[in-house]
T-cell receptor
Framework: GDSVTQMEGPVTLSEEAFLTINCTYT??????LFWYVQYPGEGLQLLLK?????DKGSNKGFEATYRKETTSFHLEKGSVQVSDSAVYFC???????????FGEGTQLTVNP | GAVVSQHPSRVICKSGTSVKIECRSL??????MFWYRQFPKQSLMLMAT?????????EQGVEKDKFLINHASLTLSTLTVTSAHPEDSSFYIC?????????????FGPGTRLTVL
């Protein structure tokens, strides 16, 4: 079945540091890939998405590129802020519009 | 657009009572709604998928008689935790999907924190 593997956290960075959170996936078809962010005590918000190979999703300075050859969708940001502290979830869904499969989540803490 | 609300945001109840959580799509019609459960510092676990006007499809290991799901309209789904016990304490999150151009995208509610005493 489908699965998503994220790099283990927690991740602690200083403000303005470069961020990478690794995500790899296993899927039988051609999935759509997502990054969601969850702030403390809240639900999930879609951060960015990519629906086909080589697509780059971007939002709020975050980027991720759909790499079919390495089955990866790593999240990057060039300069993190304290307000980026949250839990980040990588997820996929098959093109049929079925269920979302989530990774384990990565806790990011950015210190001033 | 694409806003999903949940009510209540927090609920505390006594063991043995039932609790109803509402999930509403505010500005779109949700043909499908999903209910997730999240334990502290863990990922989301899909509990069930409900399509408007149909019975919910429960994931393996989820008791359908304990977690009653109703999706009577295109904008409202409810999750009722019956005879709640302390082990049911958790963060419950719903999401909604519409038959639009981006059928794969789910929109999430803010979650409901349930504490059973």
């Amino acid at each position: 079945g489908d699965s998503v593997t994220q790099m283990e956290g927690p991740v602690t960075l200083s403000e303005e540091a470069f961020l990478t959170i690794n995500c790899t996936y296993t899927a039988t078809g051609y999935p759509s890939l997502f990054w969601y962010v969850q702030y403390p005590g809240e639900g999930l918000q879609l951060l960015l998405k990519a629906t086909k190979a080589d697509d780059k999703g971007s939002n709020k300075g975050f980027e991720a590129t759909y790499r079919k050859e390495t089955t990866s969708f790593h999240l990057e940001k060039g300069s993190v802020q304290v307000s980026d502290s949250a839990v980040y979830f990588c997820a996929l869904t098959e093109t049929s519009g079925s269920r979302l499969t989530f990774g384990e989540g990565t806790q990011l803490t950015v210190n001033p | 657009g694409a806003v999903v609300s949940q009510h209540p945001s927090r609920v505390i109840c006594k063991s043995g009572t039932s609790v109803k959580i509402e999930c509403r799509s505010l500005d779109f019609q949700a043909t499908t709604m999903f209910w997730y459960r999240q334990f502290p510092k863990q990922s989301l676990m899909l509990m069930a998928t409900s399509n408007e006007g149909s019975k919910a499809t429960y994931e393996q290991g989820v008791e359908k008689d304990k977690f009653l799901i109703n999706h009577a309209s295109l904008t409202l789904s409810t999750l009722t935790v019956t005879s709640a016990h302390p082990e049911d304490s958790s963060f419950y999150i719903c999401s909604a999907r519409t038959m639009g151009l981006d059928y794969n995208e789910q929109f999430f509610g803010p979650g409901t924190r349930l504490t059973v005493l």
